[in-house]
Structures are given as C-alpha cells and as structure tokens.
C-alpha cells in the first residue's frame, strides 16, 4: 500500500473515530438537558429540524433537489416519522431511568437482533459467525444486567431495549430502500420527516420548554452539532474512504466511548460483571457485522445513527 493510501486510510479511520465520538455524546448530553428542564420533544423536534436544513442546503448545493421514486419517498417518510423517531426518543429518554453507560451498551444489543429476526425472515442465511455472536451478546446482556436485575430501573431497561429492537426493525425495513439512493439524501429525509413528527405530535402532545438555562442550551445545541451533524457528515465522508463494513466495526466503539465520557463527567461506575459484559455484547455485534451477509447492518449504520 502506498503512503498516499495509507495517509487517506488513517485520515478516514479518524473520521468514523469522530463520529463515534460525536454520537457517544448523546445520552450524555440528554441526562444534562433533562436535568436543565428540557422536554423530550423541544429536544428532537430541534436536533431533527436544524439537522435536516444544513443536511438539504447540502445536498441542494451540490446536485439538486433529489428525485426519487414515489415509493422510496413514502418509506423513508415512514422510516423518519416512525421508526427513527421513535427510537431517538426511547433511547434518550432512558438516561432518565438508568446511566448513560448502561443505555449505550444495551442499545448495542441491535446488531444480533437485526442478525435474528434477518434470518427469521429470511433475508438473511445462518451462519457460524451469527451464531456466535448471538451466544456472546446474550452471555453480554445477561452480565450487564445481572441475574436478578438488582438494583436496575426496569422502566430504563425496557426503554433502551426498545429503542435497540425498533432500531433493528427500522434496519430491516430500510435494507432495500437504500440501494436505490445515498446515505446523505436518505438521512436528510429521514431527519425531516422526524423533525415533522415531533413539531406536529411531540410539541403538542408532550409540551415544549423553552424557557431553559444557557447550559441547557448548550446541552442542546451539543446533541444538534455533535450527536447529529459533526457525527452524520463525518460517517459519510468515512464510509467514502474504507467502506461501510470497516466504517461499522470501527462504530461499535461507540457503547465503549459512552461509559468512558459517562465515568469521566457523571462518575458513573459499571460493576467488573457488567464491564465485562459489555464486551461480549460489543464483540457478538461486530461477529454479526463480519458475517459474510453483513449488508443489512452496513446500510443502515451508514445513513443514520
């Protein structure tokens, strides 16, 4: 390999590190705006609508407005207003229940639940690498949370398991879609039509909260800029240089980076079992991404986060 490659290879490895980074920091950043008073649906309804403005004004300004099937319009509106969503909204609203570190490692329970129900539904094949990693991430889970459940918030749990089992579904439905546009454009659709679920449903339903600390603010515009723009564009821009198989495995740091920030400014502390936990359930996600049918888990990993 060249320099030239392997300049341009570290480079692209440093931007899907970035992103990881950037979507490391969302539950973090949700425990501080909920703590400053911040509604569920003020913060989605502008994570999602500021997103997706810079998202269109970028894709407007290099190739136009896109056009699409009607078809492929239609679900990825269903895939925003529903799916991504409703898993956004559940996986952040966890930290209100459990610590951040513990909710990132539970999300990351979806790769093997998209690995089950793909070969459920048979978009998938079986293999020995699905079956090991659904043995390590179980064996993980069952760590992470005890045998007993003692001393866990089993409303918590519940949520950041939801929000991995939606998530999982969302990627199967998306498996196809995908393939007949690029990551950008469907992130941008989708992040509008989440933005348009949360200003049409979530504002009036849930009530906004505007009236909010400047730290909040910033909480706020850390989810915006970080967990969702910096993280997205850098994936992208990532996933261009070494691909979407390399892109993902180096994403599944990203549980591994939450309970790093959450010890840093929370003193969160997992327990040695569920640290140890944790890594099966790390290691079974990345053995569902190297199977030698990973493209479900690639797609989808590669549009939204």
Known sequence: ????????????????????????????????????????????????????LIFWAIIISREGFPRLPLKTWLVLWGMGGVGYSMMAGLYISSVLFIPASLAALLLYAYPVI??????????????????????LSTFGLVLVLGLAFNGI???????????????????????????????????????TSAALTYGVIGLPIGGSTWNLSWGTWMGIGGIILFSTIIGM???????????????????????????????????????????????????????????PAPKIIQQLNSSTN
């Open 1 to 52: 390999m060249s320099k030239l490659n392997k300049d341009s290879t570290g480079f692209a490895v440093l931007l899907v590190l970035i992103s990881t980074l950037g979507f490391s920091f969302y539950p973090i950043l949700g425990k501080v705006v909920f703590v400053g008073g911040a509604s569920l649906s003020t913060v989605l309804f502008l994570r999602f609508t500021i997103a997706a």
């Open 114 to 135: 998209v690995t089950v129900l793909a070969v459920l539904t048979k978009q998938e094949k079986f293999s020995i690498y699905k079956l090991i990693g659904l043995i």
């Open 153 to 191: 918030n089993y409303v918590g749990v519940m949520l950041a398991l939801g929000a991995a089992f939606v998530y999982a579904i969302y990627i199967l439905i998306g498996n196809k879609v995908l393939e007949t546009t690029t990551p950008l454009v469907s992130t941008t659709i989708i992040s």
């Open 233 to 291: 564009l850098t994936f992208f821009q990532g996933i261009k240089r070494i691909g979407a198989t390399s892109a993902s495995i180096i994403s599944m740091t990203e549980p591994v980076m939450t309970v790093v920030l959450a010890v840093l400014i929370f003193n969160e502390h997992l327990t040695l079992m569920q640290t140890v936990g944790g890594i099966f359930v790390v290691i079974g996600g990345i053995l569902a991404v190297l199977s």
